[in-house]
């Protein structure tokens, strides 16, 4: 059976697989990191699979429907965002139209509203959440003509109605999956993606799925993945770390994209040491995603092991913010988590959201100057963005917040984050304009200009990544400004 796996087209350099999906102001593109997972699983169990990114490639839907004849798939996968999804299902239905595939929609959009997706739409069916083995079980239940209601995780058409099949487990023995790097390697060119923070060219991969906290804005814990932790052994992390060494030595930095890896510290303890035992730590560097409970200990042997950069979530600097959105992290934490990293000599990355329950102009203020303080090496500032089947999303239409559901709007024209949340301290547009003026406000500094040209003479890779950083963000700059 032929499988067509596809990022569809939408706006160049759409990041469709980030967290808040967009075009992102400072050159950023993810890798399409769960359609490469899928991929993988679809790949091993022998099906003839092709892998598009159309975003990454500047593909648009003329040539995407032109490939997908040529190729004549029997099964078409497509994956969707919140911000794109008009234009996902119209792709997808186009393709059903100029194929006689099976067409079925991926991601968190469609698995937090399957039921809204599939009535207002054409498209055969969703894999709902992790879909790697719901969409292996649906091209063999396809291959043989078998019944759709055995598939777990599956929402179909049957006769006019549309049929919900129980959830499928999460999966358990993580390290069953092909390493997504092999994946690359065989289906993408990983020169087309980049990480702001990070040396390019670059990979991104995942060591666990899913989140023990509680944070109420994150979708891939609520939607997506689930909030259980599940984790790939450390011998299978650093075994992938190898084959990157060895197949894709262009590789200069690895970039691990678990919602947090320090979530189990032990185990992300035993991953540095493995890393250190076996050389690598001196040979590639890496980042993660991480709390701001991390000790200075870990924090030195992550260092050791080559790790060169660190990304918590701050969100705020106002504690009774963080308590409302159940961030389960203090102030004292985050300035304790700055200095220790500072110690460990790894750079920081820090996030932060505008518009969290209680937020006014004063709190705003609040947390630009706490960004400042921690100073960390490079900070983002997003409005608070409510992702449908999310407790933030529940919060804001209970209370009346949400200004629209027409979810086009959760990003700008240019697909920058957009804003749909007006409290009765802060409107929408307001929200928008304190996120610019955050990021003005840290980034305009002459200390962040001296760190950042500093940092830049450090190494050939970090001048590279630094400028073409800048070029991006400096043009939104330039467009706030102008406009």
């Not at 050159?27 to 598009?52: C, M, Q």
């Not at 790939?232 to 992390?237: C, Y």
């Not at 760190?451 to 400096?474: G, P």
């Amino acid at each position: 059976m032929k499988i067509l796996i596809l990022n569809p087209p939408f706006l160049p350099y759409f990041s469709r697989n980030s967290r808040s999906p967009a075009v992102t102001k400072g050159g950023t593109i993810y890798y399409p990191i769960w359609l490469s997972y899928a991929t993988g699983v679809l790949d091993k169990e022998e099906f003839d699979v092709k892998l598009l990114d159309a975003p990454a490639k500047g593909l648009g839907l003329k040539e995407i429907v032109e490939i997908a004849k040529e190729f004549d798939p029997q099964l078409i996968v497509s994956d969707t965002s919140t911000p794109s999804i008009d234009n996902d299902v119209k792709v997808a239905e186009k393709l059903k139209e100029e194929t006689n595939a099976f067409v079925v929609l991926v991601g968190t959009h469609v698995s937090a509203l399957p039921d809204e997706v599939m009535k207002s739409s054409k498209v055969d069916g969703i894999a709902r959440k992790e879909y790697d083995y719901t969409l292996r079980d649906l091209a063999h239940t396809l291959g043989k003509n078998g019944d759709l209601s055995e598939v777990k995780g599956l929402t179909f058409r049957e006769d006019k109605k549309i049929v919900h099949n129980p959830d499928r487990p999460y999966i358990k023995d993580l390290d069953k999956l092909p390493f997504v790097s092999s994946i690359y390697k065989k289906y993408l060119k990983i020169e087309d993606y980049f990480y702001s923070s990070a040396n390019h060219p670059m990979v991104m991969m995942m060591t666990g799925r899913g989140c023990p906290f509680r944070c109420f804005f994150c979708n891939w814990p609520q939607v997506f993945l689930g909030r259980n932790y599940r984790l790939r052994s450390a011998e299978d992390v650093v075994a992938e770390f190898e084959y990157i060494l060895k197949n894709i030595p262009e590789v200069r930095e690895i970039g691990i994209e678990d919602d947090t890896l320090t979530a189990d510290i032990e185990r992300a303890r035993k991953i540095c040491r493995l890393l250190i035992e076996k050389g690598i730590g001196v040979k590639i560097n890496w980042w993660a995603n991480v709390r701001v409970n991390l000790d200075l200990k870990t924090m030195k042997l992550m260092k050791r092991a080559g790790c060169r950069l660190i990304i918590p979530g701050y969100e705020s600097g106002v504690q009774e913010i963080l308590n409302n959105s159940n961030k389960g992290i203090t102030l004292k934490q985050s300035r304790e988590f700055a200095e220790n990293a500072k110690k460990a000599g790894l750079m920081v990355h820090g996030c932060f959201i505008l518009g969290l329950p209680g937020e006014t102009e004063e709190t705003i203020k609040r947390t630009i100057e706490f960004a400042k303080e921690l100073d960390p090496d490079d900070a983002q500032f997003f409005p608070l963005i409510p992702y449908p089947a999310t407790e933030a999303y529940e919060w804001a239409k209970k209370k009346g917040y949400l200004t629209t559901e027409d979810f086009s709007n959760w990003n700008t024209q240019e697909g920058w984050h957009g804003c749909v949340v007006s409290t009765s301290e802060l409107s929408d547009e307001e929200l928008l304009e304190w996120t610019h003026k955050a990021k003005m406000s840290f980034y305009l500094r002459p200390k962040f200009f001296v760190k950042a040209f500093k940092r830049a003479l450090t190494s050939w890779d970090e001048m590279k990544r630094t400028i073409k950083a800048s070029k991006v963000f400096f043009r939104y700059i330039l467009k706030i400004l102008v406009d």
